[in-house]
């Protein structure tokens, strides 16, 4: 047990370090070529001095992450086929986010992939994802609340890539505000680390662990006033990442609390869409909801700090369920 605990913290400190040593290049790179973040014309006023911030930092994160749980994997003989499905879903994710920050970036417009296209390539890798989950013999069961538990692959094949698909755009939703996501992020992170340790699932710990610790290095950089936004590179791919996890450790229904925050965020943007169209008004001043909240006169770092203290409790209070 505790030669595992030091491999994951290896894993942790490799990616946060590998994260720290990429980031400051990174971030001279993308300002030498002058590729930076284009704010969105219907955001907060106060947000246009973001404009021209390096955005695409989760390619940083993401490679520490994936680099720091093949290596500990391997040296550690964790390495299985559920480590290279999630490996797989983040990388997947994260292409589709990198395509469309590349050609928001060198179009110079806040417009990338078509919804159509990010969609699509979302659910073929749910597909995919699907595929080796049934290839490899993991439990298809899926607990129905007020109905009970049901073993079928086409209902949970279905509820699979809604989760991936679903979760992935949440959290590039919620990332709006400088070391919002970071914080968030490393927070659900964490708690799906210690769910896997609880199973005794070391390779999914050591999974949860490197991207932890990317997070946390990249946060450094992130932190308000960023010197550099993870953009849908970095934001598509946590999101997918945490659905996956919650589906590997059959605990799928915990991403609801444990990814609270990135729940609420879709909700309101939801809700908002819909109240306008079927009513002409609005019900938050703007969403997402941490955009409401600053018009409302909160800071910045006001947001983030809440936000962070609601999905830290959610998480915590997650485990009194499982």
């Not at 292409?95 to 806040?110: A, C, E, P, Q, S």
Request: hydrophobic share 55%; aromatic share 14%.
């Amino acid at each position: 047990m505790e030669t595992n605990w030091n491999w994951a913290a290896g894993a942790a400190i490799v990616s946060l370090i590998l994260t720290v040593a990429a980031m400051p290049r990174i971030i001279s790179y993308f300002r030498r070529e002058q590729l930076g973040q284009v704010t969105r014309e219907e955001g907060p006023a106060w947000h246009a001095v973001k404009s021209g911030t390096p955005t695409m930092g989760g390619v940083g994160f993401l490679l520490a992450s994936v680099a720091a749980t093949i290596a500990v994997s391997l040296v550690s003989d964790t390495l299985t086929t559920r480590t290279w499905m999630l490996v797989f879903i983040v990388g997947l994710y994260g292409t589709l986010g990198f395509l469309d920050d590349y050609i928001k970036l060198v179009m110079k417009r806040n417009l990338g992939l078509t919804s159509r296209q990010k969609f699509m390539g979302q659910v073929i890798g749910g597909i995919l994802f699907m595929l080796v989950h049934q290839w490899a013999g993991f439990s298809t069961e899926l607990y129905l609340p007020f109905i009970g538990t049901i073993d079928s692959v086409w209902l949970y094949g279905i509820f699979a890539v809604i989760w991936l698909v679903g979760f992935s755009n949440a959290v590039n939703l919620t990332d709006g505000l400088d070391g919002l996501v970071a914080g968030t992020g490393t927070i659900a992170y964490v708690a799906y680390a210690a769910i896997a340790w609880m199973q005794s699932d070391w390779d999914i710990v050591v999974f949860a662990v490197s991207v932890a610790g990317g997070l946390i290095g990249f946060f450094m950089f992130n932190k308000k006033p960023a010197q550099i936004f993870m953009g849908d590179v970095g934001s598509l791919a946590l999101g997918g990442g945490l659905a996956a996890m919650s589906l590997l450790l059959s605990q799928e229904w915990s991403l609801l609390l444990i990814g609270l925050i990135f729940v609420v965020e879709t909700a309101s943007v939801i809700l908002q869409v819909a109240s306008v169209k079927l009513r002409d008004k609005r019900i938050f001043k703007m969403s997402p909801i941490h955009h409401h909240f600053e018009m409302s006169g909160w800071s910045e770092w006001r947001v983030v700090l809440t936000f962070w203290a609601v999905g830290l409790i959610a998480a915590v209070g997650t485990f009194f369920f499982l």
